[in-house]
């Protein structure tokens, strides 16, 4: 039976950065089955959206960023990591970039 990781050492949610991130999202459109080639050519020219995230800042490195947005005691939402070519920029709200 598997048994869940040990957290190697306690993380108090008030010591950790609090970030928003600008990044590009990449985009998957269109429907299983066939498709009207027109309506992709034409999507296919927009460029992708920009989206925002807030979240509590667990890593931060060249490589990318991993955020909560929600954080307890012993639980936590599900982690969102962007890759570090993804992103426009990165604000430190609270705290910074260790």
């Known amino acids: 039976?598997?048994?869940?990781?040990?957290?190697?050492?306690?993380?108090?949610?008030?010591d950790l950065p609090i970030a928003e991130v600008l990044w590009v999202d990449a985009e998957d459109i269109g429907d299983v089955g066939w498709n009207d080639l027109d309506?992709?050519?034409?999507?296919?020219?927009e460029p992708c959206p920009v989206m925002r995230s807030v979240g509590y800042v667990l890593?931060?490195?060249?490589?990318?960023?991993?955020?909560?947005s929600t954080i307890g005691p012993q639980e936590c939402s599900s982690l969102e990591k962007i890759p570090a070519e993804f992103l426009k920029s990165v604000a430190y709200l609270k705290g910074e970039k260790e």
């Not at 039976?1 to 008030?14: Q, Y």
């Open 1 to 14: 039976m598997a048994t869940k990781p040990r957290r190697k050492k306690k993380i108090e949610p008030e």
């Open 39 to 45: 309506e992709l050519l034409t999507k296919a020219a």
């Open 59 to 68: 890593h931060h490195d060249e490589s990318h960023i991993s955020l909560l």
